[in-house]
């Protein structure tokens, strides 16, 4: 059975999110789309809820771009994409993979 491509499934409010961060920063999805070095087509899909970033690396990559701190607004953009974000108590913040469970409740049990 092959695995089901997540990265296309509908997220609304990671389109959302986003929109409203590059609207604060007063930025243009083409200004985001260079920042990361990938095609603006692939901004423009995430800004019209076509798609999702394929990786939480890449949300981080968004968050950092975006100046977006530790904590809630960072923790908002990564749950909204479909991904666990876990920080830790030093601030080091960790995400996962939704699906990866076993890595899930270990972090969440060294807490």
Not at 63 to 69: G, S
Not at 87 to 93: I, L
Request: charged letters at 25%; one cysteine or more.
């Amino acid at each position: 059975m092959a695995a089901k491509d997540i990265s296309s499934a509908s997220y609304p409010e990671f389109s959302r999110l986003l929109n409203l961060h590059l609207g604060r920063e007063d930025r243009s999805p083409a200004w985001l789309a260079e920042r990361l070095a990938i095609n603006p087509g692939t901004v423009s899909k995430w800004l019209n809820d076509a798609r999702r970033p394929g990786a939480p690396e890449t949300v981080g990559r968004i968050c950092d771009v975006l100046r977006l701190p530790a904590g809630a607004e960072r923790q908002a953009l990564f749950i909204a994409a479909g991904y666990a974000y876990v920080e830790r108590p030093a601030g080091d913040a960790q995400t996962i993979d939704p699906t990866d469970l076993a890595t899930y409740l270990e972090i969440v049990r060294a807490r």
